[in-house]
C-alpha cells in the first residue's frame, strides 16, 4: 500500500476497530477508577456498581437475568468453559456431545482433548450451505448426550445455523445446549429464551469492543464446573480481577450494537450483495460460499476458482484491502479451511476462497473499489497460473 491509499479494511469477522466512544467510556476506568471491584473503599464499590451495571446491559440484550452472565476473557474462554465445566461436571450423567464440524476452533480443539480425555464427540456434517440439519441432530442424542453446541453463524461462510429448532430439540431432550455466538452477538438479533439456550458466547471485539474480554450466559441452575480457580470473583465461577475497563467497553459496545443493529444489517446487507453479485458477475468461474440468504449482514465468501488465496490477499494488500482466505498457509499449515472442506469444495478450490468482511466503517465507495480490483488481480493470478487457460476446454482440473 502507497501512503496515499486509505486502507479498505474488510475483516471485520477477524476483529473490528474499537469505537470511539467506547474508547471513552473505558477511560476513566484505567486510572481515576482503577478500584478492584473486590476491596470494600468507595473506589472499590463503584467498581463493583459499575461491573454489575453492565452485567445487567448484556443480560438486557439477550433476554437474560444478570445473575446468568459471567464475564471472561473473550470468546475462547468462554466456548472454552462451556465445553470442559459442562463436561466435568455432568461426567457422572453421560460422556457424549454433540457439536457441528464447522465449529471456529475455540469449540472444536476443546471438543477434541475432551475426547483424549475420554468422551465421545459426535461432529455433526453440515450441507453445501453450511446448514446444519436438526433431524440428524436430533437422531444423535443419546441417553449419555449432557451437551450440544452448535454455533449462531460461522465465522467464515457467515451461514447462520437454525439454533432455535435445535435449541427446542435439546429442551425436549433434556439436554443442555451452548452456541457460539461470538460472530452474531451485536449484529443479528439474540434471545436466550425464544433459542432454548442454555449457555452462549460472545467477544467485544467482533462488535467494536476491545479485545480480551467476553462473557458467557449460564442459564440459572445449568451445572457446569469452573475452569479458572482461584479467587471468588463471578459468584466463585470464575477466579481473576475483573477487567474493569475491559467489562464497560463490552457493555458500551453492546449497547451502541444493539441500537444501530436494525439499519446497520440493512445497510451491510446491501453491501454485501453488491460485493457478491459484483464478484461473480465479473470474475469467470467464481462461487458463492455459505448460504444465499442465510447469512450474516456483512460475511461474502467467494471461491476463485485457479487462483491461490494467499496470492490474492497479497496482491488485494497492495491495494490497501485486507481481506481473509479459507487457506490456513499463515499458520504454518497447508491444509485447507475445516469448514469449506466440511461444505465440499476440493482443496483446490477451498485455496482459492476469499472472504470479505464488513463493518460499521464499510462505505460503498470501499465495496465500489474492491470490485474493480478483485477482477484485476484474479485475471493477473490466473495469467501466470499453470491451472488456468482462459480456453474453457483446457481446465486441467
Ligand atoms: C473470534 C471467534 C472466537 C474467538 O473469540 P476471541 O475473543 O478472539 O477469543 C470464537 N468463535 C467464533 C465464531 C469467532 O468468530
Redesign the pocket.
Known sequence: MTPAQRLIYMDN???TPVRPEVMEAMRPYFHDRFGNPSSIYSIARESKEVVESARETVARALGAEPGEIYFT???????NWALKGIAYANRKLGDHIITSAI?????LHPAQYLEKQGFRITYLPVDASGLVDPGALEDSITKKTILISV?T???EIGTIEPIREIGSIAQRHGVPFHT?A??AAGHIPLSVKHDALDLL?L????FNGP??I?ALYIRKGTRIDPIHHGGGQERNRRAGTENLAGVVGLATALDIALRIMKDEAERLRDLRDRLISGILGSVPHTRLNGHPTRRLPGNVNVSVEYVEGESMLLHLDSYGICASTGSACTSGSLEPSHVLMAIGLSHEVAHGSLRLTLGEESTSDEVERVLEVVPQVAAKLRAISPLYSPNERDYHV
Do not use: I
Open positions: 469477522a477477524a476483529t476473557s473473550g470468546g475462547t474462554e468462554s466456548d465449529e471456529h476452533h475455540a469449540v454455533m453463524a460461522n465465522n457460539d461470538v460472530q458466547s467477544s467485544a471485539h467482533k479485545k480480551g467476553g
